[in-house]
């Protein structure tokens, strides 16, 4: 594996990797590394320049963060190692500073999207359009019949299937989509280094019809807080995610979707069947109900809808389309291509486009001699917030820096 600076500097801050038990220091929390990031940023840096020792001095951090980032970055040589042994063992690793991250994650989630993902796969498949599947580990035939017909209907129109990898529904929707030619992606919470050695995983795996990712070490045990964090993952990367059966008020799988729904990061559908005590609440707390019918499962979860965010791309001006090439809405590009073909596309090809990188070069040919955030987000008619994210990872990306209070190109 070969990694930028950026990435091997997100490696080394927030991974485990390379760190023993004997070592008495930490990682970055999240927090840490987006205030890590926003230093790097202001003093017009990229953050992989903290492998230059002068890099650190420069910002003013005090002399307690300064030893522990030296400790970070001085086990380079051992992570190194480590990360030659993981691939050995089939397991790679991306950050967010790569090309292959997800893009969904990383947009939804923003400064909560996890630096590092470890993985075992084809990790292109984390950028195909798909529905999430959630629901109970301990499932009944019923739910198991109805998952099973839910994934055969996305698998007849190319979507794959994102799941969380745990026993019960997770697993019955991962496994009918292999079976079915489809896909599935896995965000396991615990145990990766073991799940990937089971037969029927390994060949999925190898036939490039699983991915498995996971945002902690990939030997670590299993615990409650982690399955719960992972279920963001799931909701993010989906156009829509489908709730089989849920407890009430209780439970990873009531706790996931009432997460999505508060954030608005997909659509959340649940199945209309009042025999699972949690269903009709997430119905009553805005999930959208869902029965079977002959309606496309892609066409209604591309509907046009306001409150989701993974349609709601952003208008930009025709001379900056034209330089990067048509924007165009997904669903509008895909029902062309299905009316054009009269078939369905073929499966996977269908990605999902990411936002920054068409305005990127628009915002910098027309920054001018610099501006404020503030004035960027006027002249872009942009929300300040959103704004404020993309001047400062243009600022990473090295197109601009930031001086004296404005962003002006390099």
């Known amino acids: 594996m070969k ?15 390379g760190i023993g038990k ?43 963060y300064m030893e522990r980032i030296e400790r970070l970055v001085s086990r380079g040589g051992a992570a190194a190692f480590a990360l030659e042994e993981l691939e050995k063992k089939g397991i790679d690793i991306v950050t967010q500073f790569d090309s292959d991250y997800p893009i969904l994650i990383k947009r ?50 190319r979507l794959v299937i994102y799941s969380g990898g745990a026993r019960g529904i997770d697993t019955v929707s991962e ?7 489809s896909a599935a992606i896995s965000f ?32 670590v045990g299993f615990s409650a807080a ?15 995610t489908f709730v089989v059966a849920s407890d009430y008020n209780s439970g990873g799988t009531w706790a996931g979707a009432t997460e999505a729904l508060k954030n608005e990061w997909t659509k959340v559908l649940v199945w209309q069947n009042n025999k699972y005590a949690g269903n009709e609440k997430l119905i009553e707390k805005g999930a959208v109900p869902y029965s079977f019918s002959e309606a496309s499962l892609f066409e209604l979860l591309t509907e046009k809808k306001e409150t989701f965010q993974q349609i709601d791309l952003f208008s930009i001006s025709g001379e900056a389309v034209e330089n990067q090439g048509k924007c165009a809405d997904i669903a509008k590009e895909h029902k062309s291509e299905e009316q054009k073909s009269r078939q369905m596309p073929e499966r996977g090809t269908a990605e999902i486009p990411d936002l920054y990188h068409v305005i990127a070069p628009y915002v910098v040919e027309h920054i001018g001699e610099g501006m404020t955030k503030e004035e960027a987000a006027e002249v872009f008619q942009v929300a300040k917030g959103q704004m404020n994210t993309w001047l400062k990872q243009l600022c990473r990306d090295s197109f601009l820096k930031y001086v004296k209070g404005r962003y002006v190109k390099r």
């Open 188 to 219: 396991v919470a615990d145990s990766l280094l073991t799940k990937i050695r089971k037969k029927d995983i390994l060949d999925a795996i190898i036939n490039k019809k699983q991915l498995l990712l996971s945002d902690v070490k990939p030997d």
């Open 108 to 157: 939804k989630l923003r400064r909560k999207a996890p630096p590092v993902f470890f993985y075992s796969g084809d990790i292109s498949l984390a950028k195909k359009i798909g529905i999430g599947v959630a629901g109970s580990r301990n499932i009944d035939e019923e739910g198991v019949r109805f998952t099973q017909k839910l994934v055969e209907k996305a698998a007849a129109e």
């Open 22 to 64: 004997e070592d008495a220091f930490k990682p970055l929390t999240l927090k840490e590394w987006n205030a890590f990031l926003d230093q790097a940023a202001q003093s017009g840096q990229q953050p992989g320049a903290i492998m230059d020792p002068h890099f650190l001095k420069e910002t003013g951090c005090s002399r307690e």
């Open 226 to 240: 982690r399955a719960m964090n992972r279920n963001k993952y799931i909701y993010t990367s989906s156009y829509g």
């Open 175 to 181: 496994r009918a989509a292999v079976e079915l030619g």
């Open 3 to 17: 990694f930028s600076e950026n990435a091997m500097c997100a490696i080394l801050l927030c991974s485990y990797v």
